[in-house]
């Protein structure tokens, strides 16, 4: 049987909010697998057991850049130790010069972005430079380039945590700012259910199944219950699927919205800054102890 820290026991409440002794029993039932506790917290508590989905895990910003015409549009996230770099105004000028270098240049990737000119160097001789006199490490980590197919709508939120870039052929400006906020708001994975990964699903089916077990509803009902977890499940994390915010009913979709004005999403994008990164948390109190007993080694 896998030895179960507190090390383990303690990320696995990071990512669930779930209570100690819990998390360890579900890293004990998994065989210390992390992703199977975090399954089985699921199954137990709900929901409320995938917390770590939605928390930022790093700091930095997001550019964005658009064209007056709203034909071409990019955007980047470039990340930082703490949010006080964050809001230094030479780090937010280096996310606004990346974004446009990404609409004029169209690099393919990040190192091809670094290797651009910027300034009297590179970028990446731009970015050193800016470690050395800050004191703090940076790096870009993604960045995309959108060429319209309708129009390309852009919202920033946040103070630059989270950036939307929605193309949306038909309907007005004002639809696509609404749906750019509702992105932003919302944080659909995915278009339509065509564009979510199969092994979340599979993971909302498993989840289902086991919790019906647990409830005592029939063998013969677990499918069907099944079946109706994961729909649910793809209404809330696909775009055309969800509820729209500003909804004055409280139940119009985007699909319906988009319908209703003639109108449809040829793409989007979000960041989030520091979305899906393990951010380290420091651990005061075990550093001075360390510190200390070092110094009387």
């Not at 779930?18 to 089985?40: Q, R, T, V």
């Not at 004029?104 to 970028?123: E, H, I, M, R, Y």
């Amino acid at each position: 049987m896998a030895e179960i820290t507190a090390s383990m026991v303690k990320e696995l409440r990071e990512r669930t909010d779930a209570p100690m002794m819990e998390c360890k029993k579900a890293l004990a039932e998994a065989g210390g697998d992390m992703a199977k506790a975090e399954e089985i917290l699921r199954v137990k508590l709900g929901n409320k057991a995938s917390k770590a989905a939605s928390r930022i895990a790093a700091e930095g910003i997001v550019g964005v850049s658009l064209d007056a015409e709203g034909g071409l549009a990019t955007i980047v996230e470039v990340n930082c130790e703490t949010d006080f770099v964050a809001k230094n105004e030479d780090f937010l000028a280096l996310a606004r010069n990346l974004a446009k270098l990404v609409a004029d240049k169209a690099p393919v990737d990040v190192a091809a972005l670094s290797a651009l000119p910027l300034g009297d160097g590179t970028v990446e001789s731009t970015r050193l430079a800016l470690v050395g006199r800050i004191g703090e490490n940076m790096s870009i980590r993604r960045f995309a380039r959108m060429q319209a197919t309708g129009r390309i709508s852009s919202y920033v939120h946040g103070g630059s945590k989270i950036g939307v870039l929605v193309d949306v052929v038909g309907g007005d400006a004002e639809l696509g700012k609404d749906l750019a906020m509702h992105i932003a708001a919302s944080k659909p994975r995915s278009l339509d259910a065509g564009g979510v990964d199969a092994e979340l699903i599979d993971a909302e089916r498993r989840i289902a199944i086991e919790k019906a077990r647990e409830a005592g509803k029939p063998e013969g009902m677990l499918e069907k219950i099944a079946d109706g977890t994961v729909q649910k499940y793809l209404k809330e994390v696909t775009l055309l699927g969800q509820v729209f915010v500003k909804a004055e009913d409280g139940k119009q979709t985007i699909e319906q919205l988009l319908k209703g004005k003639g109108a449809k999403v040829a793409q989007f994008v979000l960041y989030v800054v520091g979305e899906g990164i393990e951010k380290k948390s420091a651990d005061f109190a075990a550093e001075v102890a360390a510190t200390a007993a070092a110094a009387r080694g």
